[in-house]
């Protein structure tokens, strides 16, 4: 279908259990997209039973706030405003918001606002706990 599974999350919200799949593309998706998704991995998963509890499948697209989960997403979004949580601190910190500069495999170029100057963070990718997209208000 030509498009990105960006991330599955299976979690348990109060009694009830929720498979939630986030897709996309260059572009993003569309409600369509996401119900063709559905009813064709609905179709799947009833045919190979995967899950042993009743849950309650959702596809969506990932938001403006997309995941960054893998070295291709760090690569296809150089110019964009991210926000990373490390594992371990980095000059005293542990996270870090700013434009993503540049991307090479091992390291995350990422320039942040420093009350009124802006540094440059180079960011070693295993230390990396989470990225995402964040969104900016201007």
Same mark, same amino acid.
């Given at each position: 279908?030509?498009?990105?599974?960006?991330?599955?999350?299976?979690? !348990?919200? $109060?009694?009830?259990? +929720? #498979? =939630?799949?986030?897709?996309?593309?260059? $572009?993003?998706?569309?409600?369509?997209?996401?119900? =063709?998704?559905?009813?064709?991995?609905?179709?799947? #998963?009833?045919?190979?039973?995967?899950?042993?509890?009743?849950?309650? #499948?959702?596809?969506?697209?990932?938001?403006?706030? =997309?995941? #960054?989960?893998?070295?291709?997403?760090?690569?296809?979004? %150089?110019?964009?405003? %991210? +926000? /990373?949580?490390?594992?371990?601190?980095?000059? $005293?910190?542990?996270? +870090?918001? $700013? &434009?993503?500069?540049? +991307?090479?495999?091992? &390291? /995350?170029? &990422?320039?942040?606002?420093?009350?009124? =100057?802006?540094? !440059?963070?180079?960011?070693?990718?295993?230390? &990396?706990?989470?990225?995402?997209?964040?969104?900016?208000?201007?």
């Amino acid at each position: 279908m030509e498009l990105q599974l960006v991330d599955v999350e299976f979690e !348990k919200e $109060g009694k009830s259990w +929720f #498979l =939630r799949v986030f897709i996309d593309k260059p $572009g993003g998706v569309d409600i369509e997209e996401c119900g =063709r998704v559905s009813e064709k991995l609905s179709e799947r #998963l009833d045919e190979t039973d995967p899950v042993t509890v009743p849950y309650y #499948l959702e596809v969506s697209s990932p938001g403006a706030e =997309r995941p #960054l989960k893998n070295p291709e997403d760090f690569a296809n979004h %150089i110019g964009h405003n %991210i +926000f /990373v949580k490390l594992y371990e601190p980095i000059s $005293g910190a542990k996270s +870090f918001e $700013g &434009i993503l500069t540049d +991307f090479d495999q091992e &390291i /995350v170029g &990422i320039e942040v606002k420093d009350k009124a =100057r802006t540094k !440059k963070v180079q960011i070693p990718y295993n230390k &990396i706990a989470k990225a995402r997209l964040a969104v900016t208000f201007n």
